[in-house]
């Protein structure tokens, strides 16, 4: 053990006013959670949030998908696919319904094996598909530097 003491805070990132301190080593934004915000207003909002909570020298790290790539193809279904968990079965299935040149909304359909059968799920997101460039320029226009883009080719065994 290395007896760290790491604070951990869950909040709207447009509204970052609640969490206390200002000065974290580093602001952790994964898993396409920005393209959730519906406009590059929604968007600026949260990185200057972000960016005041950072210390000069912090660290924002996000995770989108590459929407730069994903536009020129605008896929409509991923899937099906088997997982297996736990000696059970999963099948996911995600359908994207574009609504515009850059939002969609992705549904994700799960049917899962239990010990009395299979049960579905679905659920259902709405995003706005960013690239990089406008969120370069955003980030910039926010006051953070060194920006750089990391592909996933670039990060294997990173």
């Keep these: 053990m290395r007896g760290l003491h790491i604070a951990f805070?869950?909040?709207d990132m447009r509204q970052l006013n609640a969490i206390p301190a200002s000065t974290f080593h580093a602001v952790i934004c994964m898993d396409n959670a920005l393209?959730?915000?519906?406009?590059?207003?929604?968007?600026?909002?949260?990185?200057g949030q972000i960016r005041a909570k950072l210390r000069m020298s912090g660290t924002f790290v996000a995770g989108?998908?590459?929407?730069?790539?994903?536009?020129q193809q605008r896929p409509?279904?991923?899937?099906?696919?088997?997982i297996s968990d736990g000696g059970?079965?999963?099948?996911?299935f995600q359908l994207w319904d574009w609504q515009d040149e850059r939002r969609y909304?992705?549904?994700?359909?799960i049917t899962h094996e239990t010990s009395t059968?299979?049960?579905?799920?679905h659920g259902a997101s709405a995003y706005r598909a960013i690239l990089r460039d406008e969120l370069t320029g955003i980030l910039d226009r926010q006051g953070f530097t060194n920006i750089r883009w990391r592909f996933p080719?670039?990060?294997a065994g990173a």
């Design 9 to 11: 805070f869950v909040a």
């Design 35 to 47: 393209p959730h915000l519906d406009s590059e207003d929604e968007l600026a909002q949260a990185a």
């Design 64 to 71: 989108i998908r590459d929407y730069d790539e994903i536009l």
């Design 76 to 82: 409509v279904v991923q899937g099906p696919g088997f």
């Design 88 to 92: 059970k079965r999963r099948i996911v």
């Design 105 to 109: 909304t992705f549904h994700t359909y």
């Design 117 to 121: 059968g299979w049960k579905n799920f």
């Design 153 to 155: 080719i670039a990060t």
